[in-house]
Structure formats: C-alpha cells, structure tokens
C-alpha cells in the first residue's frame, strides 16, 4: 500500500459530461503528478504539482481538462465535455524527498 | 525516436527460469531508471530504482544499468506464475515526470 488513495475507483459517463477525481496523497509527498494510461500503453505524463504550485502541464492536457491542489494536500483533476477519446485509467502519483513516484490505484473513466 | 522504448512482447518463460526484460531510453543524461509492474487492471507498482553502472540486486530481482549504451535491464531468476505482468520501464524527464515505456507484457507459465 503506497498511502495514495483515488476516488472513485471506477467512473462511467456519457460523452459532453464533466467528471472530476480527487487524488489523496501521504501528507509527506510534497509533489504530485497525474498520468493518463490507455490499454496497451504506458502512463503518460499530464501534469504534477509542487505543493499548491501546478508547475508543469503536458500538451496532452488540453482546454477542457483543469487540475488543482488547493491547499497542498488532495488534489483533483477535471474534465470538462468529456469525449469518448478520453477513456482510460487517470493515475495519481505521490513524490516526497527522492525521484521515486508512487502511484494510487487509479481512477478508470469510461465515456459511453 | 521513443524517449523510452521496451520490446512489448509477449514474454513467455516457464516457472523457474530467468527472465530478461530490455529498455532503451534516448536521453544520455538520464540519472535514474525505475522498473514497475502493472498487474492487468491496476496501476504501476515499484519494483526497484538503479542509478548507478553496473547490477543491483534485490531478491529474485536485479537491475541492470550501461549508460554508455543508454540500456536498462531487469533480470527476474527463478520466475513465478505470480510475477505474469506487464513491466514498465520509467525514466525522470524536467523536474521528475516519468517518462515511461509502453511496457513488456510477461507470462510465466507453470
């Protein structure tokens, strides 16, 4: 058990919906990153946080996506008119002291 | 080129034997190279971490390092039906995001 936790587990929406995930990282993992990951592909980076700071962001992360981290603590990431093109598993990761990422179990969006 | 590339596989060796799984990355100055296993459905679980030239070993598991080569390997010895998953090779780009392989799809059969 990494300490990571994401909600919900799994999500089904239908297409033009927005949906948002809330990623609960260890109180000692300063950095937090999200990656999205298709069948058969690794997890592609889409953004991280350093505290409250959202500091990089992927071309990957388009207008309709939004992530925040308001008090350094929990983060969530949006998607607003989702489209089918975005099912896939949203993963949230935990960094603290050295390079090592820890991931949660993960969020699966499937977009009917 | 791939920043990270891995055979996708499928793997296949029986119980017992050796398993050797390969990745290349494209970025000389990379200093830490990660292997993780994604069991079908869930998400990446750290296996180890290498830094430096040269083995490290951590149970049935060692990882292999050539910078010169720009090549990391993962050995498992003695494979179990249980270690049967996919293992993501992940290399730190820009401030840690990880830059991962498309993975090697491993089966181990009893």
């Known amino acids: 058990d990494t300490g990571v936790s994401q909600d919900p587990r799994h999500k089904i929406t239908k297409r033009g919906q927005n949906v948002t995930f809330r990623c609960d990282p260890i109180s000692e993992h300063n950095r937090l990153y999200w990656y999205r990951q298709t069948l058969g592909q690794g997890p592609e980076f889409l953004t991280y946080f350093q505290n409250e700071a959202q500091l990089e962001k992927s071309r990957l992360l388009s207008d309709r996506f939004s992530a925040e981290r308001p008090k350094g603590s929990f983060s969530t990431l949006e998607i607003q008119r989702t489209e089918q093109g975005d099912s896939a598993m949203y993963l949230c990761a935990g960094l603290s002291g050295t390079d090592t990422q820890y991931f949660g179990p993960g969020t699966r969006l499937t977009v009917l | 080129q791939k920043e990270v590339e891995q055979n996708s596989g499928p793997l296949s060796v029986p119980e017992g034997a050796i398993a050797s799984l390969n990745c290349t990355y494209s970025d000389r100055g990379s200093q830490s190279f990660f292997w993780y296993r994604q069991y079908s459905g869930k998400s990446p679980e750290l296996i180890m971490f290498i830094y430096s030239n040269g083995d490290k070993e951590d149970g049935r598991f060692t990882a292999q390092l050539n910078k010169a080569s720009q090549y990391v390997s993962l050995l498992i010895r003695d494979s179990q039906p249980s270690d049967s998953a996919t293992y993501l090779c992940?290399?730190?780009?820009?401030?840690?995001?990880?830059?991962f392989g498309a993975g090697t799809r491993l089966t181990v059969k009893p």
């Open positions: 992940a290399v730190p780009y820009n401030n840690n995001d990880m830059r």
